[in-house]
């Protein structure tokens, strides 16, 4: 799938306002500052479509984005960022999980993580939540040109194992700066949604 046209539509904090037609959605998750809006602008070949930010934590709202008119790119609320209270990190949890509960155009979640590191307990918390709403997933598994290329298959299949899934979860090692696996992961979206558009 290439992306010939992103366009940033509306930030949403409930169901309410999320865009209300039947498009397709393809969600990103992942914990604070993993490089969710990183990947997305590396999808769309944008350098400032997604906000990018040293500080974790910045993205506390649900953000659509449109892609070639046909399917909207969904960025969630970074999850495990420790410097916000209890209650917070509750409104992060509430804001996600009322998503998953009422998109029901959501088609995939795209999960991403760090390579280089074990998953954190939140990660396995929305494994979990993934496999409980029963969404397909895709793991996306960040910074692969932090390892030598002869430790990246191997760590990208014990992620997937320590994430509880099964070997028909597809893991996409990649590179926002080499964009390895950046075409990969597109492509895969191609099994998943069908870019729909309004009839002329």
């Known amino acids: 799938m290439e992306i010939k046209k992103a366009d940033f ?7 309410i306002q999320y865009p209300q037609d039947i498009l397709s959605h393809v969600a990103m998750v992942g914990k604070s500052n993993v490089g969710k809006s990183s990947l997305i602008n590396a999808m769309t070949h944008q350098n400032k479509l997604a906000r990018v930010s040293s500080e974790p934590g910045k993205t506390r709202l ?83 040109d932090k390892l030598g290329k002869t430790r990246v298959k191997p760590q990208a299949s014990k992620i997937r194992e320590q994430l509880g899934f099964t070997d028909q979860v597809p893991v996409v090692p990649y590179s926002v700066l080499s964009r390895r696996g950046i075409d990969d992961i597109l492509n895969l979206l191609d099994e998943y949604i069908v870019e729909c558009r309004p009839t002329l």
Not at 9 to 15: E, G, K, M
Not at 68 to 76: A, F, I, K, R, S
Not at 102 to 120: E, G, S
């Open 9 to 15: 539509v509306i930030s949403a904090v409930n169901h």
């Open 62 to 144: 649900i953000n659509f984005f449109l892609i070639n008119d046909g399917y909207y790119l969904v960025d969630l609320p970074g999850y495990g960022f420790a410097r916000v209270s209890k209650g917070e990190k509750s409104k992060w949890g509430d804001m996600i999980n009322e998503y998953f509960d009422k998109a029901h155009q959501l088609k995939l979640i795209i999960l991403i993580v760090d390579i280089r590191h074990t998953p954190t307990g939140e990660d396995l918390q929305m494994a979990e939540w993934i496999r409980h709403y029963e969404i397909p997933v895709i793991i996306a598994a960040s910074k692969s």
